[in-house]
């Protein structure tokens, strides 16, 4: 699938408070993970987990990507099953 391809509607997007200073802290923006996440790169999840997106885009589940930032800091990336909103977290703020 194409980078620039969405698989899935993100709804509204937001973010924690958690999150919004780890990428501050790094100077990175979200965009890149946003993209990567809509366009079916789930990241660093666990094979069950991969599995359990790619079901979800057929069955509307919710979908889980998880990427490390620069520094190491692990982020979420969570779009809700209904499709209404998509929530950029990192894992203990879930």
């Given at each position: 699938?194409?980078?620039?391809q969405?698989?899935?509607?993100?709804?509204?997007?937001?973010?924690?408070?958690?999150?919004l200073?780890?990428?501050?802290?790094?100077?990175?923006?979200?965009?890149?993970?946003?993209?990567?996440?809509?366009?079916?790169?789930?990241?660093?999840?666990?094979p069950?987990?991969?599995?359990?997106?790619?079901?979800?885009?057929?069955?509307?589940?919710?979908?889980?990507?998880?990427?490390?930032?620069?520094?190491g800091?692990?982020?979420?990336?969570?779009?809700?099953?209904?499709?209404?909103?998509?929530?950029?977290?990192?894992?203990?703020?879930?």
């Amino acid at each position: 699938m194409s980078p620039n391809q969405r698989t899935f509607s993100l709804g509204r997007v937001v973010a924690t408070p958690g999150a919004l200073q780890a990428f501050a802290h790094t100077e990175e923006n979200y965009l890149p993970y946003l993209a990567r996440h809509v366009s079916g790169d789930w990241g660093e999840v666990c094979p069950d987990d991969a599995q359990a997106n790619d079901e979800a885009l057929a069955d509307g589940a919710r979908v889980l990507s998880a990427y490390s930032l620069r520094d190491g800091t692990r982020l979420w990336i969570v779009t809700a099953a209904d499709r209404s909103s998509t929530c950029i977290l990192l894992p203990e703020e879930y």
